[in-house]
């Protein structure tokens, strides 16, 4: 972080940082959190470059990941626990998403046109065509989500 003239926090532009950013939340899983991580992406996906339509993109699909973290894996309860990191370097946001939850059911994620009437998968969906990466794996009794989105003009990594 640098300052200008008069003493105020100035964020860099991604090009200026040396090294990657991290930072890590557990929240329960509840709700009425989620407008608080919407807010907090939304920033960070700003200062890193993304322009409006990113940083929206980008803010919904980690709402999306987080609501059905709740929905499915919690069946709605709040007394869950979610672990949601974010790291970002030259190249990439990249969002972690960890829970103890019901395990994701591969067959009822229906790979339907959004304009299907059904409900089923659309938020899968939705991620998938906002993020440039999607990963899911259920490892014993913990389910890892991970979401990476590259910054304009990065080199993709295969």
Not at 13 to 40: E, W, Y
Not at 60 to 86: M, P, Q, T, W
């Amino acid at each position: 972080m640098s300052y200008d003239k008069d003493g105020a926090a100035e964020i860099l532009p991604p090009q200026a940082m040396s090294g990657p950013l991290k930072f890590q939340i557990t929240m329960a899983s509840d709700p009425r959190l989620l407008a608080v991580v919407r807010s907090t992406i939304s920033e960070l996906a700003a200062v890193w470059g993304l322009g409006d339509e990113g940083c929206r993109g980008v803010t919904r699909a980690v709402d999306e990941a987080l609501s059905n973290i709740i929905r499915h894996a919690y069946k709605n309860r709040s007394d869950g626990e979610i672990e949601l990191s974010c790291r970002t370097d030259a190249d990439c946001l990249e969002f972690t998403f960890v829970d103890r939850g019901e395990p994701a059911d591969r067959s009822r994620i229906c790979a339907q046109p959004l304009d299907d009437t059904s409900l089923c998968g659309r938020g899968t969906h939705l991620i998938r065509q906002i993020m440039d990466q999607v990963y899911y794996e259920r490892v014993g009794e913990v389910n890892r989500l991970r979401l990476k989105k590259y910054l304009p003009g990065a080199k993709r990594k295969a």
